[in-house]
T-cell receptor, first 114, second 112 residues
Framework: DAGVIQSPRHEVTEMGQEVTLRCKPISGHNSLFWYRQTMMRGLELLIYFNNNVPIDDSGMPEDRFSAKMPNASFSTLKIQPSEPRDSAVYFC????????????FGAGTRLSVL | SQQGEEDPQALSIQEGENATMNCSYKTSINNLQWYRQNSGRGLVHLILIRSNEREKHSGRLRVTLDTSKKSSSLLITASRAADTASYFCATANPQAGTALIFGKGTTLSVSS
């Protein structure tokens, strides 16, 4: 398997623009997680899905952030409108139920909002 | 607040030395895991220890778990320059469903 695939790897945008990050989990994994990593705050869980259903979105910073998982092989994290403080590395991870919650991470998307 | 807190935040050693990182957590757990993150990359799972285990080995890695103290340690023996990375502990606990709670990590630098 190719692992968790995220796109794009890098995104540079201007404040106010919409940003969409994409994730393809490992086939057969039924849990998907979105994280944000910054030097100041470390690794933060934003939202996670089980079987395509959002379970906990308490980490989503505000209404500008939204996430969807329309099917088992695709998820998006959208920021609209983007702000400079959203600049961070965003990771997607997936795991398999019954596999001790071991998570497999994508390579991340480095977002810079100017 | 963070479930796992690693200590120290940063560690610098010479090749061949051992590196020890500690993790403390706050609530009951099902298991505790350690992950490594190389610069610019995603986290990679290293080793998992269940709540009823006290010690586990994998190659040059040794993990201990003390549930009475809610703490764990990761020992890397005979370190190599390639071990340079950030190391995170993560806990799976009954209240968090399938989610893990990650600490802020220890940054390890191994110089040759």
């Amino acid at each position: 398997d190719a692992g968790v695939i995220q796109s794009p790897r890098h995104e540079v945008t201007e404040m106010g623009q919409e940003v969409t990050l994409r994730c393809k989990p490992i086939s057969g994994h039924n849990s998907l997680f979105w994280y944000r990593q910054t030097m100041m705050r470390g690794l933060e869980l934003l939202i996670y899905f089980n079987n395509n259903v959002p379970i906990d979105d308490s980490g989503m910073p505000e209404d500008r952030f939204s996430a969807k998982m329309p099917n088992a092989s695709f998820s998006t994290l959208k920021i609209q409108p983007s702000e400079p403080r959203d600049s961070a590395v965003y990771f997607c991870a997936s795991s398999e139920t019954g596999a001790k919650n071991i998570q497999y991470f994508g390579a991340g998307t480095r977002l810079s909002v100017l | 607040s963070q479930q796992g807190e690693e200590d120290p935040q940063a560690l610098s050693i010479q090749e061949g030395e051992n590196a020890t990182m500690n993790c403390s957590y706050k609530t009951s757990i099902n298991n505790l895991q350690w992950y490594r993150q190389n610069s610019g990359r995603g986290l990679v799972h290293l080793i998992l220890i269940r709540s009823n285990e006290r010690e586990k080995h994998s190659g040059r890695l040794r993990v201990t778990l003390d549930t009475s103290k809610k703490s764990s340690s990761l020992l890397i023996t005979a370190s190599r320059a390639a071990d340079t990375a950030s190391y995170f502990c993560a806990t799976a606990n009954p209240q968090a469903g399938t989610a893990l709670i990650f600490g802020k990590g220890t940054t390890l630098s191994v110089s040759s």
